[in-house]
């Protein structure tokens, strides 16, 4: 089920199947292409491209609701999960100063940036992943910055570990997050501690 808002009766009739078709299109497509992909890394060298298309086309779907924001810290607005919790659609919009903690995801994921710059401050695990939450040893690796219209992508086992965010000094970022799963959960880390623990978070829904 698509969790979007239609069209108001009064909108002219060309905008209504444009503005379904390029979420409905990626959606299914997203669907047949990790279905088919042999690996996490096949599945999200498939659905990139996909969501480099999809950027193009976020002005014509996205509804006010999934820019909602919150001052107390980043906002995750649901667009679209599937019945089988396969996968999940967000934007997520965050105002300046705004950052995730340090976290990873237990998924494959493939983001696209639609409005500002989003940074990702990437961690190096340097001790092997046994399944343990303690002792995890993490280097602070590179920062990219993804400007609009830029995808990059992730996969699990072993756990891609970063924050994502907005400095203060740049203006909101808006990005679209698909996932291989409901992200209704993952680890973050206290890097000091070298330990994780893994948390609830919470989404808006259309
Ligand atoms: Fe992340």
Do not use: K
């Amino acid at each position: 089920m698509l969790a979007m808002v239609g069209i108001a009766p009064g909108a002219p009739p060309h905008n209504r199947p444009m503005t379904r078709s390029a979420l409905d299109t990626f959606i299914t497509q997203s669907i047949a292409r990790s279905r088919a992909a042999a690996s996490p890394a096949d599945c999200v060298l498939a659905l990139a491209p996909l969501m480099l298309d999809l950027i193009e086309h976020a002005g014509d779907f996205l509804q006010p609701e999934h820019y909602r924001s919150d001052p107390a810290g980043y906002t995750r607005n649901l667009i679209h999960e599937t019945p089988d919790d396969g996968l999940s659609l967000y934007a997520l919009v965050w105002l300046p100063g705004q950052w995730t903690p340090v976290h990873d995801h237990g998924s494959w994921g493939v983001v696209g940036v639609v409005e500002g710059v989003l940074e990702e401050r990437n961690y190096v695990r340097l001790s092997p992943d046994r399944g343990a939450d303690e002792g995890i040893e993490l280097a602070r690796g590179g920062a990219i910055l993804l400007n609009r219209g830029a995808v990059t992508s992730f996969v699990p086992n072993p756990d891609h570990i970063h924050i994502t965010g907005v400095p203060t000094e740049r203006p909101r970022a808006v990005s679209l997050h698909l996932y291989g799963r409901m992200m209704s959960n993952f680890n973050i880390y206290d890097v000091p501690a070298r330990s994780r623990r893994r948390i609830q978070v919470a989404h808006n829904e259309s």
